[in-house]
């Protein structure tokens, strides 16, 4: 299996919602990663897993929580967000840090309105 | 910043013509990355060339890399209309686990 996969596909939340962003890999990667990306620009990295513990945090908000329950889960929690968080939330993996090569998931389109 | 360079930003071509793009960097290259990623969806990895290598081809893909110039271009021959998505060079740069993206190139493929 080389695929990443991401749930749900789209999402519609208000400010005061509470949601979560799932991502799962079976390629036994150590590494995963969270991104966001804006129309017409690249992605922005937020936050890298690395052995299940966090190793990089790009000074994402806090309304923004991930969590690595497995090393083949990802998750990112999501907390009365703003309008300005609407994006494209990516998932990728890695074999580890080292490994330069990451796969992406298809994404998750979030709305917050 | 070590962000990357890329141009064109947009690039329109009838299909069986070739496609070129061009990445730089201000900082030293180490393992430079082409990804390719259709309109709303994830990236698809393309091609790695290390800071070791000159050119690498796949399939219809062809990578070049000048370290002096820090700078990689990308080669698509023959395009064809599914080539059409945006294109993005990815260097690791110097912090395990942080990939320094370009700012993408659009290429449109018209039948």
């Known amino acids: 299996d080389t695929e990443v996969t991401q749930t749900p596909k789209h999402l519609v939340m208000g400010m005061t919602n509470k949601k979560s962003l799932k991502c799962e890999q079976h390629m036994g990667h150590r590494a995963m990663y969270w991104y966001k990306q804006k129309a017409k620009k690249p992605p922005e990295l937020m936050f890298v897993?690395?052995?299940?513990?966090?190793?990089i945090n790009e000074s994402v908000p806090s309304r923004f929580s991930p969590e690595c329950p497995n090393s083949s889960l990802l998750n990112l929690h999501l907390h009365a967000l703003q309008p300005e968080d609407s994006a494209l939330y990516l998932c990728a993996s890695s074999q580890g840090l080292v490994q330069p090569e990451q796969y992406f998931g298809p994404g998750t389109r979030l709305t917050v309105t | 910043s070590q962000q990357g360079e890329e141009d064109p930003q947009a690039l329109s071509i009838q299909e069986g013509e070739n496609a070129t793009m061009n990445c730089s960097y201000k900082t030293s290259i180490n393992n430079l990355q082409w990804y390719r990623q259709n309109s709303g969806r994830g990236l698809v990895h393309l091609i790695l060339i290390r800071s070791n290598e000159r050119e690498k081809h796949s399939g219809r893909l062809r990578v070049t890399l000048d370290t002096s110039k820090k700078s990689s271009s990308l080669l698509i021959t023959a395009s064809r209309a599914a080539d059409t998505a945006s294109y993005f060079c990815a260097d690791r740069g110097s912090t395990l686990g942080r990939l320094y993206f370009g700012r993408g190139t659009q290429l449109t493929v018209w039948p």
């Open positions: 897993y690395s052995y299940e513990k966090l190793s």
